[in-house]
């Protein structure tokens, strides 16, 4: 028995060290070395300090910033440690209720608005994380914001323009625009 238990004994104390400390070290030394804005979790920094990520979504309700994606996240809204959709399928009557609830809510925010509500601003993404939202999201949020930064309208559409990101390499994805950089843009135009 002892034939077998000392190699065995060995050799996990060698794959534990390689696979659990060294791997790791590797990873991270050599991830921080090439993209360290990444490693470092893709923070946002004002004055210092950091507001947030550029790859997890805010909170953000009052009625002069734009508003993000809903959060599938519990049990507080854009809660990283509980990343996860809400598995609510087409037709689960709840997911139905929370959209209908979410449309009331963007309608009663803006009541002159009868654009139609584009989705990504209703249903949470995949992650219940994502930082961005469509152009066209940020389009109809674009008055309301104007009138309570008392802003012109003409400025808060450049500002979405200009923080609107492209696809990959102009094929992969979706024209999206991150809320906290544009969020970022407003404040400072004030």
């Known amino acids: 028995m002892t034939k077998t238990l000392r190699p065995a004994l060995v050799l996990f104390v060698l794959l534990s060290a390689l696979t659990g400390l060294l791997y790791p070290m590797a990873v991270t030394g050599a991830a921080q070395a090439l993209f360290p804005a990444q490693a470092e979790g893709s923070l946002v920094m004002r004055g210092g300090k950091p507001v947030g990520s550029s790859l997890i979504g805010q909170n953000f309700s009052d ?19 509980a990343s996860g959709g809400s598995n609510q399928g087409p037709l689960n009557p709840a997911l139905a209720d ?31 994380l994502d930082p961005h939202i469509s152009p066209a999201a940020a389009e109809y949020q674009a ?33 999206r625009v ?13």
């Open 63 to 81: 009625p002069g910033h734009f508003w993000g994606r809903p959060s599938a996240t519990a049990p507080m809204a854009y809660n990283a440690s």
């Open 143 to 175: 008055a309301r914001v104007a009138r309570a930064r008392k802003l012109t309208p003409d400025h808060v559409a450049q500002l979405i323009e200009d923080h609107t990101e492209t696809p990959l390499w102009g094929l992969l994805g979706e024209p």
């Open 98 to 128: 929370a959209v209908k609830g979410r449309v009331e809510a963007l309608r009663a925010a803006d009541p002159g608005n009868d654009k139609p509500v584009p989705v990504d601003l209703v249903t949470a993404s995949a992650s219940g």
């Open 178 to 190: 991150n809320v906290l950089a544009l969020n970022l843009a407003l404040d400072a135009a004030r």
